[in-house]
């Protein structure tokens, strides 16, 4: 017997909302960080480089999410006592670092992609201004790929939100997991899970707008287009 | 013991060998909520993608509305949703089929943009010279419009596919068999997380690369004769 | 003498508050070969695509062989045509589009063959027989086999041509047939259009910008400019003897360069 009502469940879920806010805004800031070192590394001239690169990406994501989480937090530390570190993790530090590489697998092909659909005219022209390798990278062909890249983006931090919702599974308290407490608790799955399907997609409605306002502030020098 | 098979500890590579069965046994389940989940989505989707175009508002922002929600929420949730919900109204299913539909549900959402985009991708100039050659409505749409659309759906379609199997491990939280949930009950029991997770991850990046490579081979197979795809 | 087979009575078409045409009076006889002309955003195109119903109408009635074209029912209770009406009427027309729009996924027989088949019914030994006819006249039987994107811009415009050809329509329409084509291939689709004008007695309506071609296959060339005819004749006076101040400065401005 429970006489909880939708009311007394909001401080609770927003308890774990706020969470999933913290969980998706590192893992999104520190996967574009990894996606355009990745991205960038599997562009490299240097075969060791491209070959890291290439690995990492291929194998983020041709995994599941779920499985890197479980491999990070049940198998890594077997793997840490076997060679003599201790590489057990917390489970939010487990969470952030799962997602992080996950969305930064995804992320490097983004990147990659929007870097080399620069024309080889901009390359020319860098060239013919004798500019390097460098400076062709940063002053040419990074601000006209990073407008490209952000609708991409934009649906990869709202993927990035959903998949935290699986980090609950490796008991960390995001909303996903107040949910469940709640429902164990109340047995009053319907408005629950409503409540949280809701606030799960308002969280997504606001980062989509963030985004969008980032991508069109990054792409302001550009023609409008219809 | 799982499924009948026993395990072998003496060291990591015995257990490999001894807990491959039982592992290809959870593969099994994947691949049939992968299927059946893609199924679900392939016609869900459609449906979805038909309202969104209807040409009464009424019809298309509900639509449209829904197919957001759908995509914007986590699959996890929506699965505990349906698991923990339908029961309530008196629909009991069996957690497999539960967790395929979930699934479906997810995905039609974007399966319904992959519909839509294909088909918005066909230039107009070839509705309309279909309309000067008196082609009737369905015509136009089955002969002119699909068969350019498709080359432009089915690789898109593919990448789903791949998304699909590799979310069927959130079906573990509601009891499904599936290899992820096989893989830490294997954990549980031999307090060995390392062996198991590890050949779930491997078997994983063989599925996808063969998934991969089956998307291509179809892609190459289709014909596209001079169909500008960008 | 005249026998109207295309009759605009009062047309407007307007998309928001863009009037496009507006009091729009215009007939064509049967057999008369027609030339629009005018600046652009005149309203040339849209004249074609109501006729192909591809724009319907905002206002007014276009008749096509005594029949209203947007519209069915009785006179004094005309209301919007439905799509089997339209089907019906689409029989009588045929049009070349500026960009050719030749289906990229068939070949090119099968371009032509393929509304003969599923539209009129024809078998397909018939409608390949009329696609090898047509294919011989504009000068590409050895393309049949071929797909569209292996073909240049003028052999697909011919094509195009003889698609439209294959459905025996009695009103033929162009719109700007030669704008999307290299210079060096202009001629060879102007040629098929003017072997067209001089053999058949088909109804020709076309929209260009290529003056002297426009001289000559018209019987009369219309000068339209916002929304409506500003003056129509022979081609030999509209072009050398214009009454009206608008022609003047148009024809100017087109036969200077």
Known sequence: MNDMTWLDYLPVLAQGAWVTVQLTFWSTILGAVVAFGAGLG??????????????????????????QLFWLYFALPIVGEAIGFNLRMPPVTAG??????????????????????VTVQQYEAARALNFTPRQTLWRVALPQALPEMMPTFDNLAVQNLKDTALVSLITLGDLAMRAEQLRNYTQDSATIYSMALVMYFGMALVLTTLMRALGAMIGRWRPARR | MLFGFEWDTTNGWTLAVSILPILLLGLWVTLKATVLGFAIAMVLGLVLAALKAAPSRLVSWPARAVSEFLRDTPLLIQLFFLYYVLPEFGLVLPAFLTGAIALGLQYSAYLSEVYRAGIEAVPRGQTEAAVALNLTPARRFSRIVVPQAIPRIVPAMGNYLVSIMKDVPVLSVVTVLEMLNVATIIGDRTFNYLVPLTMVGGLYLIMTLLAAQGVRLLDRALPKTGIPLK | MTDPIIKFENVAKRFGDIRVLEGLDFTVNRGEKVTIIGPSGSGKSTILRILMTLEDVSDGIVWVDGTPLWHEGAAGALKPAGEAHLHKMRTKLGMVFQSFNLFPHMSILRNITEAPVQVLGLSKPDARARAMDLLEMVGLADQAGKFPHQLSGGQQQRVAIARALAMRPEILLFDEPTSALDPELVGEVQEVIRKLAEEHDLTMLLVTHEMRFAREISDRVCFIDAGAIREQGPPEDLFTNPKEARTQQFLQAVLAD
């Open chain 1, 96 to 117: 952030i670092v799962a997602l992080t590489l996950n969305i930064g697998a995804y992320g490097a092909e983004v990147v990659r992609g929007a870097v080399q659909a």
């Open chain 1, 42 to 67: 599997k562009l490299s001239r240097s075969r060791i480089l491209r070959g890291v690169c290439i690995s990492y990406i291929e194998v983020f994501r041709g995994t599941s999410l779920l499985v």
